[in-house]
């Protein structure tokens, strides 16, 4: 899929220029003329980074960037200004702004800027992807410690969603009675030697209410696994 820029900039020549440059390299482009549509154009395409002219009339850019983060949106912004002062690129980076540059500008330096906000956003959501696990109709994020089975959330103890944990990042790979029990409770263990048993019946309980197939697997002789046949 491709990257989306949208350009909100009220001079007709810099937003023709940059939508056929950019869209050159391959990127799909929307423009905006002034800072209302530029706000409504963010809403409706949801780009991926946005160019942002300062000195536009009605509402301009430094205003612009401001609601876009009093809004709660995370979307690059590389702010365009024909001001080459201090205080204006301060000004634009305290409010929200992530880069700045100065009109007139080298196309070849706006592009190789737009990559690097465009690397940045597809680092930050690979991160973001990597705190969630998902196999068949489970779903678990590390980050809420929320785990649901189709719409249905699922409430587990600390030992229950770290055992869940383990069989996610292992889908498919039998896991030895010894293995599950030196990551989940530690090679030095004492307690009761029933635990594992005790806690893949609870996880089964809790993952197949609603009448939803089993998905942990006792392989016998051997482990379990978690997988999709019943």
């Known amino acids: 899929m491709r990257d ?52 536009m009339p009605q509402l301009d850019g430094w205003e612009v960037v401001r609601r876009i983060r009093e809004g709660g949106a995370t979307v690059p912004v590389l702010m365009l200004t024909a001001k080459d002062e201090i205080e204006d690129r301060v000004k634009g980076l305290d409010l929200g702004a992530d880069d700045y540059l100065v009109k007139p500008f080298a196309l070849e330096e706006l592009l190789a800027r737009v990559r690097v906000l465009l690397r940045r956003k597809n680092a930050q ?13 489970i779903f678990m994020d590390l980050d809420t ?30 896991l030895s009675r010894d293995v599950i029990m030196e990551k989940i409770w530690g090679y030095d263990y004492s307690g009761e030697s029933n635990v594992l048993e005790v806690y893949i019946a609870l996880l089964r309980q809790k993952t197949e209410e609603h009448g939803h197939k089993r998905m942990i697997q006792t392989v016998r002789g051997a482990g379990y696994v978690l997988r999709g046949d019943s």
Do not use: C, W
């Open 4 to 55: 989306k820029i949208l350009v909100i900039d009220d001079d007709e020549k810099i937003t023709s220029m940059l939508r056929r440059s950019l869209a050159f390299e391959g990127y799909t482009v929307f423009t905006a003329n002034h800072g209302m549509d530029g706000l409504k154009q963010i809403l409706e395409h949801d780009p991926d980074t946005v160019i942002l002219d300062v000195m």
């Open 125 to 137: 959501k690979a991160e973001e992807s990597s705190n969630r696990l998902q196999f068949q109709d």
């Open 145 to 174: 410690r929320e785990v649901f089975r189709g719409a249905q959330l699922i409430e587990l103890t600390t030992k229950e969603f770290e055992l869940l944990h383990l069989f996610m990042q292992n889908p498919k790979r039998v």
